[in-house]
């Protein structure tokens, strides 16, 4: 009956391919192949503790891996899939490319040691206004796959900030530095936490939220990102 239900639909609705607007046939769930064949995929998890992603972050954050799924270019079919997930309300996109990037970071030994999934949150107002927490959906694909559970309160936003958007690096972390605060702090301790949001920039979210859950006892830190774009 589902299946039945399932083929109609996509006969009345058929999906289509966010990068490149054409239809997207039956069993391809993220992307058409000849997009997804042109994808700027980073193969940063076959190198997940000496790559581009990691060395951002060094003398900032201790970190045991690092890994982004794809370049971020304007105009490029990474932008276009970031696009339609935050500002077209397709959080089952960032669901599909976190199962993808999670069956990716299963298989380096850093990424499969990790124990709880946290995703950076929004201010519950900015969440209100987007209908939803796109790092959230992303991440609950990458637990799905690496087989974690996602703590989607491990930190909470404190504090409402303004668009990080033409800031400089300075001025992004002053931004947020004190926006963060860890939640559930008791389900933290002494695990390696996979911390992970929709794009990395110069860090700066990802920095100030790795610096409140290295506060727990024990922790070991990763990140994950969908996209990393190029620093100017």
């Known amino acids: 009956m589902y299946q039945w239900l399932n083929g109609l639909l996509h006969l009345i609705f058929p999906r289509v391919c966010p990068c490149c607007n054409q239809y997207l046939p039956r069993g391809q769930q993220v992307v058409c192949l000849p997009c997804e064949r042109q994808l700027p995929f980073t193969d940063y998890h076959r190198h997940p503790s000496d790559n581009p992603f990691v060395d951002r972050f060094w003398g900032r954050l201790p970190l045991q891996a690092g890994s982004a799924m794809l370049h971020f270019g304007k105009g490029g079919r990474t932008q276009r899939l970031i696009h339609c997930i935050k500002y077209e309300g397709r959080r089952e996109l960032a ?16 990424f499969a040691s990790a124990e709880v ?116």
């Open 117 to 232: 999934v946290v995703p950076v949150p929004l201010h519950p107002r900015k969440e209100l206004q987007r209908g939803f927490n796109q790092s959230s959906w992303y991440g609950r694909g990458l637990g799905e796959s690496l087989e974690v559970p996602v703590l989607e309160d491990g930190l909470v936003r404190a504090r409402h900030t303004v668009s990080q958007t033409q800031k400089s690096r300075l001025e992004r972390f002053q931004n947020v530095a004190d926006a963060f605060e860890p939640g559930r702090a008791d389900a933290l301790a002494g695990k390696h936490v996979l911390l992970v949001d929709d794009v990395l920039t110069t860090g700066a979210t990802l920095e100030a939220c790795g610096l409140q859950l290295l506060t727990q006892k024990g922790v070991r830190l990763s990140l994950a990102t969908l996209a990393i774009a190029e620093m100017a």
């Open 95 to 110: 669901l599909e490319l976190g199962r993808w990037h999670g069956h990716m970071l299963r298989e380096a030994v850093a």
